[in-house]
């Protein structure tokens, strides 16, 4: 694996792929797409890891991550474009609808109380669907030097 | 990272869970974030940021703590 043109068009399409469909392509389907060997897609595959360009689960060539999009159901759920999505987290929850430059609902659920809240984002504003007399807050639980070391804790 | 309807639950959640407290931004401060963090993920020429771009992002939306830099 050699060409790093081809590395972040793999990435390009992998990303466009979860836009398009909410899920990634899988490793058949990038090397199908980009007319190489599956051995040589998950070449690239893992490098694109190993540059955090997203996230593989362990040992395999299954994209987890690739944020703020999530292959997995996760209690942060974003309704855009006429489709729904999964996001990694309540940070990338808020970065679907930027990403995809659209509107969105989103529904998520508070980590200690377990009460479902709904929020929207309408024309670049994010509106809390519910009662407006406390204000909705993320935990960020690790400082931006120590992201990296546990990516599904971060 | 999570989402809490207050600052009681994430006491709530630190004590459950005995865990040290990190940092806590409101919906609103993760949304001015989310514009210039997510923006070009989908473009081709997107290939990642490096330490001081991230921290110049943190910067802008006024995120100048030790939490948010190497």
Redesign the interface.
Same mark, same amino acid.
Do not use: K
């Given at each position: 694996m050699s060409n790093d043109t081809l590395l972040? @068009?793999i990435?390009?399409f992998v990303? @466009?792929h979860f836009?398009d469909t909410t899920l990634p392509p899988g490793v058949d389907e990038s090397a199908l797409h980009f007319h190489i060997s599956t051995e040589e897609a998950g070449e690239y595959y893992k490098e694109l890891n190993n540059?955090?360009?997203f996230f593989l689960e362990p040992d395999t060539f299954s994209v987890r991550m690739a944020? #703020?999009f999530s292959a997995v159901p996760t *209690?942060?759920i974003v309704h855009a474009n006429g489709k729904t999505y999964y996001a990694n987290?309540?940070? *990338?929850? $808020?970065?679907i609808p930027? =990403?995809l430059k659209s509107d969105a609902v989103m529904e998520? =659920?508070?980590? %200690?109380?377990n %009460?479902t809240?709904q $929020?929207e &984002?309408k024309d670049g504003q &994010?509106t809390?669907h519910q009662s407006t007399n406390?204000?909705?807050?993320?935990?960020?639980? $690790? #400082?931006? +030097?120590r992201w990296y070391h546990n990516l599904i804790f +971060? | 990272m999570l989402l809490f309807r207050s600052e009681e639950w994430i006491e709530k959640w630190y004590k459950r869970n005995n865990l040290e407290r990190g940092e806590v931004l409101t919906i609103n401060q993760v949304w001015e974030l989310s514009k210039p963090w997510y923006d070009n993920r989908l473009s081709l020429e997107y290939h990642g940021r490096s330490v001081e771009e991230a921290e110049e992002i943190f910067r802008q939306v006024g995120l100048n703590s030790a939490f948010w830099h190497m």
């Open positions: 972040w @068009q990435r390009h990303y @466009q836009a540059r955090h360009a944020w #703020p *209690d942060f987290c309540a940070w *990338d929850m $808020l970065g930027v =990403v998520a =659920v508070c980590t %200690e109380s %009460e809240v $929020l &984002i &994010i809390n406390y204000q909705l807050l993320i935990h960020f639980p $690790l #400082p931006f +030097t +971060t | -």
